[in-house]
């Protein structure tokens, strides 16, 4: 750990603590000066092997910035204790460590717990050295700080809706939705008519690559609801369709009745691979939940009336929650009727995702009870269009109940959102939405007084980690493998979402967050005019941490990310870590 030393301060002294031990030695370093020299950040564990020693030296612990001499002409190897360059193999000596490299910028330091004598950067949601105050560090050597990266507009006319976002591995970003009527131009001019579904892609830094389009014929409407990506960056939509037929590059399906679903794939620079539809006569679907990850393995859920048959077995007319898994080449690995045993379609999923494992994951509300397999889950109120919330795991092999929670009485207003979007090693769950009385997540209660927007972290147990509220109508949630939450929608009030308060520019502004695994605020910015921005909005995170928003403006609203105002239908914007 670093401290920084102003001008005139004390000499700070390096009070260097080293265990030996059978199998490697290991050094502890704790500052203090001579002004303060009981000021102790580790403790030496009371042990004969244990060796006290205490050492002044220069204030290269300071900024970052580290003393070296030219040529590394010292025997002492990286990681144990120095006071020079001239001692280090190296000619680097930072942080009171002989370190590979100078190690002198932001947000890093040498004496990192387990990589001494390496540069490494400090944990996200973390600031030792003060250096991003009042915020913290974003896990790749800087402040995180939600800056503009770049934004721009899509020019429409008519009836149009955006629906989904995704980044895929190298930071392309991609946009989903349906033309109703009218037009949309995505870069490379205007597409006219609809119903039509489409996705579009755009590189890392903005610039347009492809637009595919899913055409309806005979009916009012079909949804591309979903977007996603896999490791080889191939590209999956999934949504829903009440048109006669829907046609999916060159292949197309035919409306059973009501609202039919369907899945596609896209390889990473556009080519159709394959596509299915589900639905059976009588029936009717929607499936807010989907997501894949790095093999490719899908993960859909939603809720259905009638019979529905996935590519396993029928299910009965009842109105239930579903759950199905394919594989990337589109084949049926599993499919069941869980959660709802209502008499309606009360109950609803709110998000989903998918682990590196193939483990799926479930958010949403439910009214009267719930079954995922285990313990039924019961609503001990029962009051209309409101529910408990519930987090519920089914395992990979065949869907079967990994565990399932409920939290809250009938708390929960719709919408209601949620993005449990997982890969092998993803340490939890982002879930966010609004509540209408005090609400306890695990962490303590939310109370009401404090704002109907709550924003929480659970792990993969579906423990609480973290929540809190605020002021504001949440749309969008997004998780990282690397704990972080970001979250975006609206409000018209002046909320807090961690790091002071956020005044409206006099209409309903747009908002966007990011939180840091525990949930300590990394960001939050406000965008909008006078005008009310509509809540109409997605976000996506990227591998590097970034934040891809893309979402819709008012016919008389503008919108500046940092790039100057947008006046188009759509936005989309990425934001620094």
Not at 128 to 156: I, K, R
Not at 295 to 310: E, M
Not at 463 to 490: E, F, I, L, P
């Amino acid at each position: 750990m670093r401290s920084t030393r102003r001008s005139g301060a004390p000499r700070p002294c390096y009070i260097q603590r080293t265990v030996r031990a059978a199998a490697a030695t290991r050094t502890f370093l704790a500052i203090a000066t001579l002004a303060s020299p009981t000021f102790l950040l580790a403790a030496c564990p009371p042990s004969s092997d244990c060796e006290v020693l205490l050492t002044c030296g220069p204030a290269n612990e300071g900024t970052g910035a580290s003393t070296a001499s030219s040529g590394g002409t010292g025997t002492t190897p990286d990681g144990d204790p120095c006071t020079t360059p001239n001692e280090c193999t190296s000619g680097f000596c930072t942080d009171g460590l002989c370190c590979a490299s100078a190690c002198d910028g932001t947000c890093e330091a040498c004496n990192v717990v387990d990589s001494e004598g390496t540069c490494t950067a400090h944990t996200v949601g973390t600031d030792p050295e003060m250096e991003c105050a009042p915020g913290s560090c974003d896990a790749s050597g800087a402040c995180a700080t939600g800056s503009h990266v770049w934004s721009f507009g899509l020019a429409t006319g008519g009836d149009v809706s955006g629906t989904s976002l995704a980044v895929d591995s190298t930071g392309s970003v991609l946009i989903a939705g349906t033309l109703f009527q009218g037009s949309i131009d995505f870069g490379d001019g205007a597409v006219t008519g609809g119903p039509t579904g489409f996705v579009a892609k755009y590189s890392a830094s903005g610039t347009f690559l492809w637009k595919r389009l899913l055409t309806g014929t005979g009916g009012i409407s079909n949804l591309v609801m979903q977007v996603r990506t896999d490791g080889a960056n191939d590209v999956y939509v999934s949504g829903w369709f009440e048109t006669a037929t829907l046609t999916i590059g060159s292949t197309t399906h035919t409306n059973a009745s009501g609202l039919d679903l369907f899945l596609g794939k896209y390889t990473a620079s556009g080519t159709p691979l394959w596509s299915k539809r589900f639905g059976n006569a009588g029936g009717s679907q929607r499936a807010p939940a989907f997501d894949v990850n790095a093999a490719g393995r899908i993960f859909l859920a939603g809720a259905f009336t009638g019979p529905l048959n996935l590519g396993g077995a029928t299910f009965g007319s009842s109105p239930y929650l579903f759950a199905a898994s394919y594989d990337g080449g589109g084949n049926h690995l599993w499919s069941k009727a869980v959660g709802a045993n209502s008499s309606s379609l009360d109950s609803q999923v709110g998000g989903g995702g998918i682990d590196g494992d193939g483990n799926t994951y479930l958010a949403g509300y439910f009214r009267v009870r719930a079954a995922f397999g285990g313990p039924v889950l019961d609503d001990p109120v029962e009051t209309p269009a409101v529910g408990p919330l519930f987090l519920a795991k089914l395992v990979a092999l065949n869907g079967n109940h990994g565990w399932s929670h409920a939290y809250g009485d009938d708390a929960l207003e719709g919408p209601f959102t949620a993005d449990v979007r997982l890969d092998a090693g993803a340490s939890g769950a982002c879930v966010a939405g609004r509540f209408l009385e005090d609400f306890d997540l695990g962490g303590g209660m939310l109370p009401l007084s404090g704002g109907a927007a709550f924003f929480a972290g659970f792990d993969l147990n579906g423990m609480h980690v973290w929540s809190r509220n605020t002021d504001a109508q949440v749309a969008g949630t997004a998780a990282h493998n690397d704990g972080t939450c970001a979250a975006v929608g609206t409000f018209s009030g002046a909320p807090d979402f961690g790091g002071g308060v956020l005044p409206t520019s006099g209409g309903s502004d747009l908002f966007a967050v990011k939180y840091a695994p525990g949930g300590a605020h990394l960001w939050s910015h406000k965008f909008g005019d006078a005008q009310n921005q509509p809540p109409f909005v997605h976000v996506a995170i990227a591998p590097d941490g970034s934040v891809a928003l893309f979402g819709t403006n008012s016919d008389v609203s503008t919108i500046d990310f940092g790039g100057g105002p947008i006046p188009d239908h759509f936005y989309v914007a990425k934001l620094e870590p």
